[in-house]
């Protein structure tokens, strides 16, 4: 059973932002405030990168993470480490009840191969994170990494294989992490149509965050 905090009210919130259906957004979390993604409509993967705000070279390592939690998937209770062992932020709340780590970004190529050579040119997550990275300034194309997509459901089969499958998610849903330092968080709220990640219809979601 996933642990449910009491809940936080929009309203108190100090920063609160809508992503429109299929587009980035790129904001810092300071250390010790309480960063919300809200699944608002349903079904909506929101592919996430972290980095440390003082040193953008330190970054979300999935692998580090995993290997720690012993775990695929992320939930309550998950530590986010660093690629210098270092914790980034900590799952406090999970209403969903299972985040992806594996599935990685939507990308130009990953559409050529997976579905078509005509689905190349589609909006991508790769393409999100590229556009929000050169218009902030501080990052760049090599420090976009292995990210979490969460809210999406990609299971694994008995043979290894990754398959991506309707969303465990619904309207409302939410996960809220505590920021172990000051962190800049790098979303891209995927504008996939070629498989169920987000119901064959990407939607807006919403980022909150509480002192």
């Known amino acids: ?33 309480r960063l919300r993604l809200l699944d608002l409509e ?33 939930t309550t209770g998950s530590v986010l480490y660093s690629n210098l062992g270092n914790p980034l ?33 589609m909006h ?10 050169l218009h902030d300034g501080r990052l760049q194309k090599r420090d976009i990494g292995a990210n979490i997509n969460f809210f999406m459901n990609v299971p694994v089969t008995p043979e290894g294989r990754l398959t991506f499958e309707d969303g465990l998610s619904a309207p409302g849903k939410y996960v809220d992490l505590i920021a172990a330092c000051d962190v800049m968080v790098l979303i891209s709220n995927c504008p996939q149509l070629n498989n169920p990640c987000n119901g064959w219809n990407p939607t807006p979601a919403e980022v909150l965050v509480w002192n």
């Not at 009210?9 to 405030?33: N, Y």
Request: charged letters at 25%; a positive charge.
């Open 1 to 33: 059973m996933t642990a449910i905090t009491p809940d936080y009210h929009p309203e108190t919130a100090v920063w609160r932002h809508v992503i429109p259906a299929g587009e980035p957004c790129l904001f810092e979390v300071r250390k010790g405030q």
């Open 42 to 74: 349903g079904n909506q993967a929101i592919d996430t990168l972290f980095y440390r705000a003082d040193n953008p070279r330190e970054r979300y390592d999935p692998q580090r993470t995993l290997r720690r939690q012993g775990k695929v998937y992320l």
């Open 89 to 121: 932020l900590t799952l406090v709340a999970d209403t969903c009840g299972r985040h992806d780590t594996l599935g990685g970004a939507c990308s130009q190529e990953s559409n050529t191969v997976r579905y078509a050579h005509d689905k190349r040119y």
């Open 124 to 133: 991508s997550c790769r393409d999100n994170f590229l556009c929000a990275c």
